[in-house]
């Protein structure tokens, strides 16, 4: 069996996921990283996209909406303010979500605040297109 | 003196009443528990944002250059106090206690010749505060009508609350929220929301994993994403409180009631049965009298 560390997903409200995992992709704000076992440590801020995790032979995709993750050898915790499993969205629920985000992006206020929209709008749409 | 027809009335309207107390009292423990099981729920998060931050602060050595909402403004003119109470009454001295502890210690920093601004949240503390310090309420927030608190509703608030910061409109922000101690007890509590406190690192914790780290993009943004995220995290947090403390303090401020009610009819049922006798004696001592006078 090949080594693990705890990954564990985490929003305000609840712990969404947590399992031992055995690789995660992680969308940070400077470029994805791929964490695996006796990573280095690291806090880095996310953009919004795609987290990618292969724990027991299974593999989960989750959408996560700006956050931070703190990374050390044995553990992962993904601080996310928002974040669903892309496996129970359906393309509706996608288009709602992109609806507001799109809002969103027409109501930014400074330029920090429209990248993060912008980045979720494209990421949102790429998705919904290949859900289509 | 009153009939037996009124007493009859006042018995079943107070046994009225407390069918209605104990109703709401058991509704108020079913919504306890919710509010409970979501204010655990949101502790994980909580904790790990805690954790990171007095990491990081820890290691910011140069107190002067930091961000202003982790060293304040350099001034403590402008207080903003942020009051949280409930959207509703009935239940005890939730809201007053709140009230209470915010309006002491606006009227302590009016006495030192500060300028005091008020953000309340929740119908009953701007109800409460109205009175005295109407004038110094800047901002109204009431969260009626949402069943189920979520983070959004926290950004909300924390969003216009840094806003406000950033526009130079206060030097310090403290958090009034009530802390959920027991069901019998909650803790009207001041938490100082900007400049923010960081919690102590906890020495005995082992050092050697953290010791070594790095951030991404950079130390400065990592702790300047953590500190706006933290004002929507305490924010959060003191609503969970909030919420919690205030269905505890229904709880028994009903059960309260509800007993009282008990207490009462018992009372009003001996006092009928004894005007109920007194009435029957009455009447035999006439019928008595009436045949020993024929």
């Known amino acids: 069996m090949a080594a693990t560390f705890k990954f564990e997903l985490v929003s305000p409200e609840r712990v969404l996921l947590s399992v031992d995992a055995e690789q995660a992709i992680v969308p940070g704000a400077d470029g994805e990283f791929t964490m695996l076992p006796g990573h280095a440590p690291v806090i880095a801020t996310l953009r919004p996209g795609v987290l990618d995790v292969s724990a027991q032979g299974s593999k989960k995709r989750l959408f996560v909406k700006s956050g931070f993750a703190e990374v050390d050898p044995a553990r992962l915790t993904v601080l996310a303010d928002k974040a669903f499993d892309l496996d129970d969205m359906t393309p509706s629920m996608l288009a709602a979500e992109l609806k507001t985000a799109e809002a969103e992006l027409v109501g930014a206020k400074d330029d920090e605040a429209r990248m993060i929209a912008d980045t979720l709008v494209s990421e949102l749409k790429r998705l919904s297109s290949r859900a289509a | ?71 304040g403004t350099g001034k403590d003119q402008v207080h903003l106090l942020i009051v949280m109470t409930a959207e509703r009454g009935l239940c005890g001295g939730f809201n007053s206690n709140i009230a209470r502890l915010a309006r002491q210690d606006a009227m302590r920093l009016i006495g030192q010749g500060k300028t005091v601004k008020i953000m309340t949240v929740g119908r009953k503390g701007a109800d409460n505060l109205r009175r005295d310090l109407g004038k110094n309420i800047v901002e109204r927030i009431e969260l009626a009508g949402i069943k189920q608190l979520g983070f959004s509703n926290a950004e909300g608030i924390a969003n216009k609350v840094l806003a406000m910061f950033e526009a130079g409109e206060f030097d310090v922000a403290t958090l009034y929220f009530s802390e959920f101690k027991s069901v019998i007890l909650q803790k009207p509590t001041a938490l100082q929301l900007i400049p923010a406190k960081i919690p102590e690192v906890d020495s005995s914790a082992p050092k050697g994993a953290m010791a070594v780290q790095e951030y991404e993009p950079s130390e400065e943004e ?5 500190l706006t995220r933290n004002v929507s995290t305490q924010v959060f947090r003191g609503l969970l409180e909030n919420a919690a403390s205030e269905q505890g303090a229904r709880m028994s401020a009903m059960d309260n009631a509800t007993r009282n009610a008990g207490d009462m009819i018992n009372k009003l049922t001996i006092k009928y049965n004894r005007l109920r006798q007194a009435n029957i004696t009455k009447e035999l001592i006439e019928i008595i009298s009436g045949a020993e006078a024929l």
Request: proline share 3%; glycine share 6%.
């Open chain 2, 1 to 71: 003196m009153a009939s037996l027809k009124d007493m009859r009335n006042r018995i079943a309207s107070v046994k009225a009443t407390r069918k209605i107390t104990k109703a709401m009292q058991m509704v108020a423990a079913a919504k306890l528990r919710r509010a409970q099981e979501a204010a655990q729920a949101a502790r994980p998060y909580a904790e790990r944002m805690d954790a990171v931050l007095s990491g990081v602060a820890g290691r910011i050595t140069d107190k002067t250059s930091g961000s202003p909402l982790l060293i």
């Open chain 2, 222 to 226: 990592v702790l300047g994403f953590l």
